[in-house]
């Protein structure tokens, strides 16, 4: 199973992006799926996540309202939308997927996915 994404890019605060995260190879192994984060000199940080069944999604407190994530399983794409973009939301975006359960209060945990992208940059200007 092969993660990339794209769709990152610098854009001025208050401006949004659409990430994407394209899976190949296996990809129907994919159970749940999720967006991290790591800014420079911070630990990574999860973003949203949601279970390829669609049955539910999971936000970081700090990331509900701007943070949308979505996906198109024929196409084995997962979206992150970005609204409202901040300077402190500058960082490198990883999608992960995991092919076994995730327990929903623990899908922000990045611990438990297996497969990750090579990330892409974000970086927000004030």
């Known amino acids: 199973l092969q993660l990339v994404e794209s769709g990152g890019g610098s854009v001025q605060a208050g401006g949004s992006l659409r990430l994407s995260c394209a899976a190949s190879?296996?990809?129907?192994?994919?159970?749940?799926k999720g967006w991290f984060r790591q800014a420079s000199g911070n630990e990574r940080e999860g973003v949203a996540a949601i279970y390829s069944s669609g049955y539910a999604t999971r936000y970081a407190d700090a990331m509900k309202g701007r943070f949308t994530i979505s996906q198109d399983n024929a196409k084995n794409i997962l979206y992150l939308q970005i609204n409202s973009l901040k300077p402190e939301d500058t960082a490198i975006y990883y999608c992960?997927?995991?092919?076994?359960?995730?327990?929903?209060?623990?899908?922000?945990?990045?611990?438990?996915?297996?497969?990750w992208g090579q990330g892409t940059q974000v970086t927000v200007s004030s």
């Open positions: 190879g296996y990809s129907d192994r994919m159970d749940s």
């Open positions: 992960a997927a995991s092919s076994g359960p995730i327990p929903a209060v623990s899908l922000l945990a990045g611990s438990l996915y297996n497969y």
